[in-house]
């Protein structure tokens, strides 16, 4: 993995982007599409764009902690969790089970690869794709009714 | 949900109006109350305890025609323990002979009438699955024959689907996310089947539904419990269901289910005999115990807030075996549920009701160890604090289901010894004083013959009347036609053959327990798994030696006392050929094929059976291999595993400790990889193949090792 942890040594992104950095970015982008199911140009050009961006306003928090790849990985995260909060009209969409579960509504929805080419598309009407992924998400479990059930006794009880 | 939460005010409302407090109307043609509860059990108790006492002085008679010695008192002792065990067994059988013969309901005594129920089910029900190692295809086979049976009924909105996995084996686990996946997606029933992995699996099956319980169960009013081969048809689960509805003081209700799905021979004497004597057992026990039934542990409806109250099960003081956490939990829930009022009704006529049985002796024991070290931990709970005498004497007949042989075992080896001792003794004509009449030896032969036949009547009489009812009855077609009688036949000689085996392995388990070894826990086998010979040999070596000696002593000691032991050993000798030939899938085909132990279930498959054999067919070309890979290559999968993760994350440690096994997976492949690693990979979402690879120069074409 690059370990080059370019915000902690306090260089602008605006300054350079090296060719390791190029294709860091496209490798990254391109792990993240096929998590998806995709191969898209165009989706893969939007994503590649995001990540620039993220990179360019330097909105990373500066970690001694986590290497480039990390960082970018974030970046790319939060850019589909993101155009999914818009798409679905939800706002939980970048918690790790919430974002897990409208990926796989998406590869559902997606198997004939008819939305690649709108992924990360914010500029488009998203309410079909909404209805999409409605119809494909997965419930695991109901809602949470918690209660304690509470271990009985073979003593006699005290009177 | 109902507001019922007092077995006693649910019974009283339901008793005095038939009508609910909150305005609920009650259907009275299936309320769950009968005439004469207590005649009833003062008659089978009263019976057996008459019987027994006959049995036992018919015994002394015999034994003590010229003088009882202590020897003999030991065994006239052992024989009335083990007779009064028979003689339960018979008079049940008998009582179930006569109500299926008068076709009386075994609760309300009156004539057996389907349950018509009137308008849609109220409640909001759910069917548990708890599931630990067990082969998903089959699980969700059987999950989705009974989903679409049920969806059939018209009733689907009542009822929900909830797979809880225990499942350690990584593989296994994809496999039941995918497996759930698909039979959502099949089904279109997301938001209706839910599963749910539990990270830890303390107290086993039981600890499994009390985190059910917990969690999710308070949702609904009941849950019908099921086991990872249990299969049910819509009817039974919506007539249960209705009858929890109007019932408001029943705590459990218990179907009876029926072995079915297996094919070997072994497997199939099984269910032939639980198919033919079944029913009448079933109703026996419903007749005496009516509220007070017992829990099987699956394949039964209960009422979830008086579940969650009161079944929440005690740790034993002192270590496993004897202490510890309780193992066989269904006796104890029903247990509890009886101190707190509630009813545990059987319903022997609830149809659509199956099970699978392990397919060869050696797996139906390792289950009958399992099942040892539970059942024997409720010699404790039978003298514990508060529970029913009915409760306590479902402890003792558990215990008793596997002390009964050691029991058999020592009337055995007592009675060779006290023929050892008689022959050494020469008859003393004037024993004791002096006196001018000598005392004759008396000869017991007739005695000795009605025993015999008094003790073998009681243990096959009423299964002979109920196989003999089959035969004469209208259904004899789909149990063979007339081959049901060499079916039963055959079956009766197979028991008898198969009863020493048993006694020696229970004694065994009860020995193992008592000496304080554990067991572990392993899934069941359920797949037509054979016997090879070599392993019946091994397995049965000790039994087959002591068979020999014993052999050998009895013909020292008297010739006649040989042919009298004679079945017993040859059962014993004849272990691994017995083993090893019932374990046979072609043989239980031949059978098949010659008409022999034949079930209804074989001859006109139920459409629940039907699809679930349709179903098993079409998932067994869908088995994960390799869970981890699966994961790593497959974005669906990986985003599916990642779903049904519980929101957390890892600390350092155990950061730390997954990064070190990535970069072990990257370098060396995920054959690699211990059980243990893979499960800490699992347990937090998993990387994708080019994230693990990331920064590295790999060439398929040079090392392709490393890809995998």
Redesign the interface.
Known sequence: MTDMTVATQGFSYAAFESAAMTRLIEDTARAWLRSFGMANTQANHRLVTALRDALAQDSFAANDRTNMQDLLDQAAHDAIAGWLATVTGQHDCYGSTSFSMLRCAFLSANRDGVWSEHFLDSERDHRDLAMALSVQMMLPTPSLKSCEMPRQSLERRAS | MSQLSDPKSAKMSAVLSETDIDGTVYDPTVQLRGPGVAQRRFFLFGASIAATAYAAWLMADVLGADQLTTMEMVVVAFFAINFAWISLSFFTGIVGLILRGLKRDAITLKRLKPIVRKGSLRSKNVVVIPVYNESPDRVFAGLRASYESLAKTGEIDAF?FFVLSDTRDPDIWVAEELA??KA??DLNA??KI???RRAENTERKSGNL?EF???????YDHMIVFDADSVMSGEAMVNMAYLMENNPDAGIIQSPPQPTGRQTLFARILQFISRVHGPTMSAGLSFWCMGSSNYWGHNAIIRVKAF?????????SGKPPMGGHILSHDFVEAA?MRKAGWRCWLIPQLEGSWEELPPNLIDFAIRDRRWCQGNMQHGR?MV???FRPLSRLHFFMGVMSFVSSPLWLLLLLSSTIATLQNTQLTHSFFPGHFTMFPQWPVDRSFEMLVLLIFTIGMLVLPKIISILMVCFGRDRKQYGGVMVLISGLLETLYSALQAPIMMMLHSQFVFSVLTGNQVGWDAQERDDAGVPFKAALKTHRTIIVIGLVWGAVAIFVDTAFFWWLSPILAGLVLSPWLTHYSSSLAVGKAARRMGLFVTPEEYDSPDELRALKRFTAEAGEGDVKDGLMRLIED??A??????????RKPDARTAIEIGIIYEKLARLGVESLTRDEKLLILSW?VK?L??IM??RDVHPSENPKKQS
Do not use: M
């Open positions: 929900d759930w996946a959502c997606t997301r938001g839910f599963f749910r009390k319980c917990e969690t999710y169960a308070a949702n969650i109250e009161c079944c929440g099960l005690p740790v034993l509890f709970l514990a604090h508060g974005p669906y990986n985003a599916l595993h990642s779903a049904l993760l519980p929101a979402p994708p080019d994230q990331a920064g």
